[in-house]
């Protein structure tokens, strides 16, 4: 091998190796231009217009510093929609993975028909929200509705009442109605975070003369511990920003049992048209969702060490 040939390789591997990154960088290009124009400038801009008084129907606005904010936490209704989205969220996640949980037990069984049977609970996941909302509407009407006739012949309730139309039930209902639509997703989870549990503990465990309670308690719930955490969090994003249901079920309503901030920040933008106010109200639901990220972040990187 001559010495020329020595002094070329080098070259020629540093040529290979910046044709790469060039080509990597080629590829990621397109996501980073796509990231800025459609996540971080919205994101700077919201921010922007929450200090500011924009206004639907004003070509023009003008910096107001804190006072969109100041507006909104000296509003005593928006303690009332915050609590409501705690409540809406709390209950709607809580009852999804206790829900999804129980039926992932059961399906992680071996039994016959498994597949179909999955498939089969698969189902709310698939009904289209609006679908969901006007067979809701439509079954609990104080008039026609089934389920009011039947709480009605009970004597729950009132002759030509509904439950929609009550302050107190109207909140229930709905979180009813996303957890049965939502279950399917913490279901598939738990079923294949329990088909990854080593049975060899399950079969000590039955030599040691533990029950099946016991087993659940100490082996199968801490077995699932990262995931319910991982789960949890995804579920409370989503659910917190979920805006879908209730508005086509509620409207947000009676009298704002059902508002929540989302809802919140609809009215105020195409209801009073108050593009700055309604801004304000969703940095604070991102901040509290920022908070929720990190949270998974953290968890996750616990998960993978």
Partial sequence: MTSGTMLKRPRLITSYERRHKLIGLAFAIPVMVFLLAFVLYPVLYNVYLSFTNASLI?????????????????????????????????????????????????????????????????????????????????????????????????????????????????????????????????????????????????EAATVDGAGKWKTFLHITLPQLKNTTIVLAVLRIIWTATYYDLIFMVTGGGPSGSTTHLPILIYQASFGSYQIGYAAAISMILGVLMFGCIIFYVAKSGLTED
């Fill in 58 to 202: 004003k070509k023009t606005s003008s910096f107001v510093g804190f006072d969109n904010y100041v507006k909104i936490f000296s509003n005593k209704l928006f303690l009332k929609y915050f609590w409501n989205t705690i409540r809406w969220t709390f209950f709607s996640v809580l009852g999804q993975l206790v829900l999804g949980l129980g039926i992932a037990l059961l399906i992680a069984r071996p039994m016959k028909g498994g597949t179909a049977l999955r498939s089969f609970l698969l189902i709310p996941y698939v009904v289209p929200a609006v679908t969901l909302a006007l067979v809701s509407k439509w079954i609990m009407n104080s008039d026609y509705g089934i389920v009011s006739y039947w709480l009605q012949q009970a004597g729950l309730l009132e002759a030509r009442q509904s439950l929609l139309a009550m302050q107190g039930p109207a909140m229930w209902v709905v979180v009813i109605l996303n957890v049965w639509r939502s279950y399917p997703f913490p279901m598939l989870i738990y079923w294949a975070a329990l088909k990854s549990i080593d049975k060899q503990i399950y």
